[in-house]
């Protein structure tokens, strides 16, 4: 298939690849986009910003039909403008594009409900329990986890807890992020009986990093993550999540670069997660098989 003298190749620019997140993402574009006879290539900034207008310009000279960037924005302003040109340049010349991200005006974007899912989750820890928290967050510059802090704060707010600002502990948006901010967690003795990571794969490393400790999940503190990648279904004990139907996010995405109008009117398709409660936590000062604790599990 060919539009405008452009290929039938769609790419696709992720952040990370080796992150679940990412990798079913890239399951739902690629399923999508063999249901239209079109090829995908892929792109791996290994979370560097300034890598994405480059690999746009090189799959612009490949004469994509269209590409699909997936992955967080950051609040570097000088990375961003030159996005916006590579943007431009793209779709002047017939390409057509899309993210899955924050909003960028002008642009087709799948956007995932980051502070809505995380003033759920919020809301649901609190009542089944718990009153002291401590947040395991990504990079301050990072907008998903500025969001997903900021709706978790407002959670806690909406059931009158304030979140103290020195309980946000900031490392790397990945699994060894996770340990290493679990660990500080730990010198810091706050005394929080739930932790919420600000994704799965660094409440993964969180929980590698409480176990080393000497900790028992969910008995001594419970943890949650969010986006629900498919490896959360092997871990033990089954980890509570914000989950986020992942490869529908890059199906979306590939049906805004297909679509007839793309391009005439920026779009929006917004996805909002779903509190999924889990083993991983339990109302604080409970064993396993206390009475009261079963019915608030939801699989």
Known sequence: MKT?????????????INDPYFSSIAAGVIGAADQQDMIVTLADTRRSPEREPMYLASLR??????VILAGSRSTDRSSEARLRQEISSFTSGGGRFAMISQRLPGVDTVLVENRAGARDLARELFDLGHRSFAVLAGPASLRTSRDRVSGFRQGLADRGLRLDPAHVLHADFT??????????????????????????????????????LGLTLPDDVSIAGFDGILPLRDISPLATTVHIPLETLGMEAMG????EDAGLTP???RIRGTVRLRESTRPPNTRHGDPGTEGRVHI
């Open 4 to 16: 405008r003298g452009h290929t039938n190749v769609v790419g696709l620019i992720v952040h990370d």
């Open 61 to 66: 000279r490949l004469r994509c039909r269209a």
């Open 175 to 212: 699994r060894d992020g996770g340990f290493a901010a679990a660990m500080r967690w730990h010198r810091s003795g706050t005394g929080a009986t739930c932790l919420f990571a600000v994704n799965d794969v660094m409440a993964v490393g969180a929980m590698d990093a409480l176990r080393q």
């Open 267 to 269: 779009r929006v398709k």
């Open 256 to 259: 805004l670069v297909l679509a």
